[in-house]
């Protein structure tokens, strides 16, 4: 036997649906984001989706916030495109105005976040990952893994599901083999980009989650519609990067550890370690000359300039003439040597970073040196300054944690 409804019933059923259209629409205009707020051009707002110039190239940075996101977004923001940023924390040595045109705070692990990031952009640049020198490298292996190859597949996914037409992503000279990586002195390898098949990274998980990413990008471009850029940059540095706190970089640390010693420089291993060190101004004009080619295959993008450990020390004390006695003490030290070959970017791209260790590694250390002065002004203890930190990151950590240089 039907049950009948009374009109009431019926009426209010009525309402229920009205109300539940009106959600519904409320939600596809907003693609979700009702509550979200975000900057454009210094202001609060909650506007979506994000209007913006059709005039200008629209481009979103991951990890905009962070060194060489910040460097790249200010030199495209100078050159008329339009940025956005993603990331899970504030920069800290950039106004907004200087380098961005609207700024989202968005952990990029979640997809819905990587959503709202590639939303109506025409290029993405990916940086965002959780990362530093091998102080950090060595001692976060899983929470590198889980955070880098969340943000890095969700990104790829949004970019599909958005119609974003580029896509650059930032690898690492740490793809390749820690068998090709055992000779330091005249025998360091020149790695060109054929050595990184076949795959051996058992060393880091940070290198092997730049690899699956590249694959990641490789066959994302295979059946979608997007082009992909990938750079392997190598080890690289500059004025507003990371200087203390546990992920900086050996060119940072070596200019920090001159400039608040007296006597001694404490460094990780004997020294005889090989690198090459590429200027933040020349990663930023590779990845743009990249990202406006058609290379489609991963390019070194690196100073083939190499120098020990024990020379880059020299070289920053010879800065202010400083003379200190090196002191060799265990430390994590990564693979024991490594160049870049840029024969491939100078065939596909006719060019090549080529400023100098010693120009750049001064840039970077008048820099640091007035950071550490205005820390001490503010009342921090120079001696912890001196050496260098491991620190531990945990998942649970978010971007204010880590800006803040507590892990
Ligand atoms: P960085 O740490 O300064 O920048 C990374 C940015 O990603 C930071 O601003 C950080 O807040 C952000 N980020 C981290 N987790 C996030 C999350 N869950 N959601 C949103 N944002 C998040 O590092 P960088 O030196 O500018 O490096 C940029 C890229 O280049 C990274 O992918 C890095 O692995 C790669 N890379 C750098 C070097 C180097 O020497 N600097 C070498 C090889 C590769
Ligand atoms: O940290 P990093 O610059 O990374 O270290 C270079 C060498 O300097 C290592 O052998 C390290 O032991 C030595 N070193 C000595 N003292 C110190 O105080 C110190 N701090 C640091 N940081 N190092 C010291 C990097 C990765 C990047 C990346 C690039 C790609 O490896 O850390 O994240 O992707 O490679 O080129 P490095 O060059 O081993």
């Given at each position: 036997m039907e049950a ?7 009426s209010?059923l009525?309402?229920q649906?009205?109300?539940l ?21 210094g ?13 200008k ?24 495109e339009?940025i ?13 105005s ?14 819905d ?8 952009v025409?290029?993405?640049?990916d940086?965002?990952a959780?990362?530093?020198g ?12 889980q955070?880098?190859?969340r ?6 996914a ?11 992503f ?8 820690d ?23 058992r ?21 979608h519609p ?7 940059f190598?080890?690289?540095y500059g ?20 400039i ?23 990663c ?20 083939d ?17 400083k ?19 840029n ?7 006719g060019w090549?970073p080529s ?7 001064k ?9 550490v ?31 803040k240089?507590?892990?």
């Amino acid at each position: 036997m039907e049950a009948a409804l009374s009109e009431r019933t019926i009426s209010c059923l009525l309402d229920q649906i009205d109300e539940l259209r009106e959600e519904v629409t409320d939600l596809k205009a907003n693609g979700g984001a009702a509550d979200y707020y975000y900057h454009v051009e210094g202001v609060k707002t909650k506007v979506w989706p994000p209007v913006r110039p059709t005039d200008k190239n629209i481009v979103m940075i991951g990890g905009g916030g962070g060194f060489i996101g910040s460097h790249l977004a200010k030199r495209l923001k100078e050159e008329g495109e339009y940025i956005v940023i993603a990331d899970w924390a504030k920069n800290i040595y950039f106004e907004d105005s200087e380098f961005c045109n609207e700024y989202h705070m968005l952990d990029l692990r979640f997809q819905d976040n990587a959503d709202k990031a590639c939303t109506g952009v025409h290029d993405v640049y990916d940086l965002a990952a959780d990362m530093g020198g091998m102080g950090f490298i060595e001692s976060n292996h899983t929470v590198i893994l889980q955070n880098s190859i969340r943000i890095n597949i969700n990104c790829l996914a949004s970019c599909v599901e958005f119609g974003v037409k580029k896509f650059f992503f930032s690898s690492s000279a740490c793809v390749y083999p820690d068998y090709a990586q055992t000779q330091a002195g005249e025998f360091t390898p020149n790695l060109k980009e054929s050595d990184a098949w076949p795959a051996d990274i058992r060393s880091n998980a940070y290198g092997f989650e730049k690899l699956v990413t590249e694959e990641a990008t490789k066959w994302t471009a295979h059946d979608h519609p997007i082009e992909v850029h990938v750079a392997r940059f190598h080890n690289i540095y500059g004025p507003q990067g990371t200087w203390c706190g546990g992920r900086e970089k050996a060119p940072a640390a070596f200019c920090r550890k001159v400039i608040t010693n007296d006597e001694v420089f404490p460094m990780w291993g004997d020294g005889e370690q090989t690198r090459s060190f590429c200027l933040v101004d020349d990663c930023v004009e590779g990845v743009i000359r990249i990202m406006r080619s058609d290379c489609y295959e991963p390019l070194n993008l690196g100073s083939d300039e190499l120098i020990s450990m024990n020379d880059m020390a020299k070289l920053a004390m010879s800065f202010e003439n400083k003379q200190l006695r090196i002191e060799h003490i265990p430390g994590p030290q990564g693979v024991r040597g490594r160049n870049s070959d840029n024969t491939m970017i100078k065939e596909k791209l006719g060019w090549a970073p080529s400023i100098t260790l010693p120009v750049g590694l001064k840039k970077t250390y008048f820099w640091i040196k007035q950071k550490v002065a205005e820390e001490v002004a503010n009342g921090a203890d120079i001696d912890t300054y001196k050496g260098s930190v491991i620190v531990k990151a945990t998942l649970k950590d978010d971007g204010a944690s880590v800006r803040k240089g507590g892990n």
